[in-house]
């Protein structure tokens, strides 16, 4: 054994002892290799950075594009998607299914591509299922890998092995005589995975950047919050909208998702027409929709008990702001004339006789008209103090015309143990919640008039409640509503490419310190909900709209990302995770298509070398709009591309010094006394080694000189060994170093080392066995 070669295996087995041992990290640890076999003399300095310029090299970070291309306009999901169906299956069946893919995909398509373009799918899968991700990214790249050698282009080593016997004067590997044993192994393998695989997996998640998603649902306790409700058949809410429901005002309940007849739609706007048997998912708390259920909180009463109690003791009239009224320049909210006057406003219209709709902000100005209610003399003593002139009482129906809207009493007794005993009625929320007024309050034989929003409400009082049949009738359908359902695994349901959930904090330079969700109207201006405020340690989910906002507080969102984009550039806000904040591309998705199918058409067909065209793919989709160049740069895994353009001069190191003819020969030689099936077993276990550190490529070049002349000088077919080459050397299973796509996988799954291993060896063997059984039955050795 020469020096050189002893070296060689210093520096492997120190580099194989930092890779288990996970002391440093793997694309340090290349560069390490790289300069050792540099300064040693065992490669040159043009070997040792060709790496960098090595199609391989360029063909993965060019995938790495592709990849991005095809998720930022939405293909990956849609070639993904029948993945989906899958997410709520077993484990078993999921990951079955998702070999079954792998595999088959990789017969037509490039084994890395093809695990770049399922990634995000099965990323999305794993959301959606509850699973962590190092659950089934690595059976993705073992499902990649076992299928790839289907056919005689479908990758390097099947490709390099017919070019082999084609130099030999042999008749080279026909484009399908890859496949039997191909699909032998793929079964085998799904079935090695299925029952004995799957349980070598990490349980947990390593990796630490496991989301925003999930990170928010760990704070905001969301999994615990989100329940589902039924619309039931002749309920009042059918027709209505989701605004007109009164489920956010009155309920501070979030509708995030909407199921109709199985179809389910992400973050409805709040003019969705609710339908009979509509499942309406809701985020906030449970006994917000019970305090309104049934009659067990409010029950109503017949309208002929009030009816002349009201007739006797209400009046209505309309009046004008005088231009020397303490009213002037000031809002209703800020005088206060229910508190002070025991005096409802039905109607607000300016001078000129134009009705004002949003009542709460109006500043009063001189001329304005007022629709009031109240008890006669309370409507006499504002006009005689000076607030008001003008005064004219008016009839119900003129009342009605003139507030353009049909006003209607409902009584509603309070049972005993209903919650709303012992509130006060705002805390009731049937005043501005459901656009209902609390005019009276029975108790007893005593009526209260336009009672003070501090009242306490007492068991069997009747409220008497004025608004329109619509607010009147959902008040009656909320009643109507139950909780159906508060199973694990909702929250995984509720995003998608176009909507999602993040964190956004008030920025230091935000002016909307002091001021309320209402005030902002942030709903009518971003098109999102807030689901949550998080202050001082605990999350708030009732009465945000009314909450000043402070500084520190972070809001959990939720809805469309191109909305969430908005909020993104507005500089009151900081959006935690910038990844929710994009919108698919979809107008670009034509393009991404045309662009993969031309990279996959012109490497398939021969038109040019897959790194060639994979890199002028990449350019195009930043050309053409699918990504920024910005994207681009953030879509490579650079620690991948380090580490494979590091590695590759160990090949020309161990070609260099004759390790690797001198070991194969040894191995092949002790074997050819034992029969066909130890010859085929000694060259599969040299090749498979091999492919641990050395490129698939190079490894082939270096055995196939080898396996033939073994079998010229055993009288083994050719054709047996060189598919055992072939085969091998795509049997990289147990290394994360031995294929980019265990590399592309093994950030995102959080997968260690030691983990391909576990997994890799065993599969490795099985893949050892098939192929010394099946290999002499289809290639006869003699």
């Not at 009031?372 to 015309?401: C, H, Y």
């Not at 209260?448 to 607010?471: A, K, N, Y």
């Not at 991404?592 to 996959?600: E, G, H, N, P």
């Not at 790194?611 to 620690?639: N, P």
Request: charged share 15%; glycine share 8%; aromatic share 6%.
């Amino acid at each position: 054994m020469t020096f050189d070669i002893i070296l060689l295996l210093i520096i492997v087995s120190a580099a194989l002892v930092l890779f288990v041992s996970g002391w440093l990290r793997v694309d340090l640890v290349g560069l390490m290799v790289l300069s050792a076999l540099a300064l040693s003399g065992l490669v040159t300095a043009r070997e040792a950075l060709d790496g960098f310029s090595s199609p391989a090299v360029v063909t993965v970070w060019a995938m790495f594009i592709l990849s991005a291309g095809l998720t930022r306009t939405g293909i990956a999901q849609l070639l993904g998607q029948p993945l989906q169906g899958f997410a709520k299956s077993s484990e078993i069946v999921l990951t079955a299914a998702l070999m079954v893919s792998a595999s088959l995909l990789s017969a037509l398509i490039n084994t890395v591509t093809v695990a770049a373009i399922l990634l995000p799918a099965v990323m999305e899968v794993a959301r959606r299922s509850g699973r962590p991700p190092g659950r089934l990214l690595m059976p993705l790249a073992m499902g990649c890998l076992l299928g790839g050698p289907f056919t005689g282009i479908s990758t390097p080593p099947n490709i390099l092995a017919t070019d082999a016997l084609r130099a030999a004067g042999l008749r080279p590997f026909g484009l399908f005589e890859f496949t039997p044993i191909t699909a032998a192994l793929v079964a085998a393998g799904i079935l090695f995975m299925l029952f004995i695989g799957r349980h070598l997996l990490p349980q947990k998640q390593k990796t630490a950047d496991s989301g925003a998603g999930q990170s928010a649902d760990a704070s905001y306790k969301l999994e615990t919050h989100i329940f589902t409700t039924r619309i039931p058949s002749g309920s009042a809410l059918d027709g209505h909208s989701l605004a007109e429901s009164r489920l956010g005002s009155a309920l501070y309940l979030t509708v995030v998702a909407l199921k109709r007849k199985g179809a389910l739609m992400l973050a409805p706007g709040p003019d969705k027409i609710l339908q009979a048997d509509d499942i309406l998912i809701v985020h906030g708390r449970q006994d917000h929709l019970k305090r309104f259920h049934g009659s067990q909180h409010l029950q109503v009463e017949s309208g002929q008990t009030i009816d002349a109690l009201i007739k006797n003791h209400l009046s209505m009239g309309e009046a004008v702001v005088s231009e020397d009224s303490p009213m002037l320049e000031k809002t209703l909210e800020e005088i206060g004339l229910r508190r002070t006057h025991q005096v409802h406003v039905l109607a607000l219209h300016d001078s000129t006789g134009k009705k004002i709709q949003d009542v709460k902000q109006r500043r009063l100005a001189k001329g304005d008209r007022l629709l009031l209610e109240g008890e006669k003399d309370a409507l006499e003593i504002l006009e005689s103090q000076g607030f008001l002139t003008q005064m004219r009482f008016v009839k119900p129906d003129e009342a009605n015309t003139m507030a353009e809207s049909h006003n209607q009493m409902l009584p509603v007794r309070v049972p005993a143990g209903s919650v709303l005993a012992g509130h006060d009625l705002v805390e009731s929320r049937l005043g501005g919640a459901f656009g209902l007024t609390v005019v009276g309050i029975l108790r007893e034989d005593n009526v209260l008039w336009m009672p003070q929003p501090q009242e306490i409400i007492q068991p069997e009082d009747v409220l008497i409640l004025q608004g329109s049949p619509r607010d009147l009738e959902v008040l009656e359908g909320l009643q109507e509503l139950t909780i159906k359902e508060q199973a694990p695994g909702l929250t995984a349901d509720l995003e998608s490419q176009q909507i999602g959930v993040t964190e956004v904090l008030l920025s230091p330079r935000t002016t909307l310190a002091g001021r309320t969700l209402a005030d902002l109207m942030f709903r009518e201006h971003y098109g999102i909900s807030v689901l949550a405020i998080w202050r001082k340690g605990r999350a708030y989910r009732s009465g945000l709209q009314y909450m000043p906002l402070q500084f520190g507080d972070a809001l959990l969102v939720y809805g469309s990302r191109r909305n969430l984009e908005l909020v993104a550039r507005d500089r009151n806000f900081i959006i935690l995770d910038k990844t929710a904040a994009r919108a698919p591309r979809l107008e670009k998705a034509h393009a991404a298509t045309i662009i993969m199918l031309a990279v996959l058409v012109s490497a398939i067909a021969g038109i040019a070398p897959i790194a060639i065209a994979a890199l002028t793919g990449a350019t195009l989709m930043v050309l053409f709009g699918c990504l920024s160049m910005e994207e681009a740069y953030q879509a490579i895994e650079w620690k991948v591309v380090f580490l494979i353009a590091s590695m590759l001069p160990l090949g020309a190191a161990i070609e260099n010094t004759g390790a690797a003819q001198l070991g194969a020969s040894a191995l092949v030689s002790a074997a050819g006394d034992m029969g066909p099936r130890w010859v085929v077993a000694a060259l599969f276990s040299v090749t498979v080694i091999g492919t641990q550190v050395i490129p698939t490529a190079a490894l082939v070049v270096l055995m196939a000189p080898v396996a033939l002349n073994a079998a010229a000088s055993l009288g083994i077919s050719p054709h047996l060994l060189m598919m055992t080459v072939a085969i091998a050397a795509s049997s990289s299973f147990a290394s994360p170093l031995s294929h980019p796509a265990h590399l592309l996988v093994m950030g995102p799954g959080g997968y260690k080392f030691m983990d391909y291993v576990k997994v890799g060896a065993p599969l490795t063997l099985v893949s050892l066995i098939v192929s010394v059984v099946v290999l002499p039955v289809l290639w006869p050795p003699y």
